[in-house]
């Protein structure tokens, strides 16, 4: 060994030897405790309430920086597959729990709560181009979405004799979607069934980019995602046998948007909750969501809802 590597090698054990155990320990004490004061909120789930729940991290974070956090969109179903495996703290959803996820997260040990934060219209839209849709009717998206519609009505003239003969293309959110269930039981009769044969996706951007670039395109989603790109899409009046409504905050409130209306969901585990940063979250959550609903182009509650909302988030916490 050369003198030089020889003399840096001995150095290195005289300083390792010099550390003190009382030092290691006091550092690792300290490490700890920066650990423990910077708290992790993790969420996932639906894309429809993602833009509420961002923009809530957003305005959280900016009051709280010393609690990160996370939000996904893997989709409601998605995003209920790691909450009741205990991955994540909240669950996004723009539909209530199915039994089969409650079994998942009482196979898992999981309790929870849910809050309703918003309510929601889909947009049915197409390009702005398309100059022969002024509205459509429950019975004709059935006959465009249902499962014997795949591989056979494939045409706009086949839905209405004077449209163009020209092909139907189809854009919806993807089977983990909570807009899926609810749009094929609204609109089909039976949660689920949905023709395959059309561009699925689980974030919304993907199919307002379709929609936008294809003539020829009709497609659904939350109506915050239409207000945030009415500039290149067309929204479409829905008939539900009474007259054709467009979705907006009156008509989604009173109902006469039906049936498209829709509240919007988020789930907390309980165990979650009972930390500090989770708790401090859901509170801010519950009292900001009114005002942050509006701007991100979703209906929020009435006064008197947010409360209620409210209070059931104090009692709950009583329980814990």
């Known amino acids: 060994m050369k003198k030089g590597a020889l003399f840096i090698a001995i150095s290195f054990i005289l300083v390792a030897c010099s550390t003190s155990p009382n ?22 789930g639906s894309s429809t309430v993602f833009p509420v729940t961002e923009a809530v991290a957003e305005e959280f974070y900016a009051v709280n920086p010393d609690i990160k956090v996370t939000v996904g969109l893997s ?20 539909r209530p729990i199915k039994e089969t996820e409650i079994e998942l997260c009482d196979s898992s040990g999981i309790d929870y709560v849910d809050f309703t934060v918003a ?99 009709l497609g659904f989603f939350g109506l915050a995602y239409y207000e945030e790109n009415k500039d290149k899409l067309s929204l479409v009046p829905v008939n539900n046998g009474d007259e054709a409504v467009l979705p907006s905050e009156e008509t989604v409130k009173n109902g006469t948007y039906s049936p498209l209306s829709r509240p919007l969901f988020i789930y907390l585990n309980d165990q979650a909750l009972a930390r500090e940063d989770a708790a401090e979250f859901t509170q801010f959550y519950l009292e900001t969501a009114g005002e942050l609903v509006s701007e991100v182009g979703y209906i929020p509650l009435t006064d008197e809802e947010y409360a209620a909302e409210m209070e059931k988030y104090e009692t709950f916490l009583e329980t814990l």
């Not at 030092?23 to 996932?44: F, K, L, W």
């Not at 989709?75 to 723009?94: H, I, L, M, P, Q």
């Not at 004709?140 to 139907?168: H, V």
């Open 23 to 44: 030092t290691d320990m006091a550092n690792e004490e300290t490490s700890n405790r920066e650990v423990e004061s910077i708290g992790q909120v993790s969420i996932d």
């Open 75 to 94: 989709g409601t179903g998605g995003g209920f597959k790691k909450f009741c495996r205990g991955e994540t703290d909240v669950n996004d959803a723009s």
């Open 119 to 217: 309510y929601d219209g889909l947009a049915v839209i197409v390009h702005p181009d398309n100059d022969w849709v002024d509205e459509l009717t429950v019975a004709e998206l059935k006959m465009m979405w249902e499962p014997d519609a795949q591989g056979e009505i494939t045409k706009w003239n086949q839905i209405r004799d004077e449209w163009p003969d020209e092909e139907l293309s189809l854009y919806g959110p993807g089977t983990a979607s909570g807009t899926f269930d609810y749009f094929t039981e609204a609109i089909v009769g039976e949660e689920g069934a949905s023709r395959g044969d059309y561009t699925a996706s689980e974030d919304d951007n993907v199919l307002v980019q379709g929609v936008a670039s294809d003539k020829y395109a």
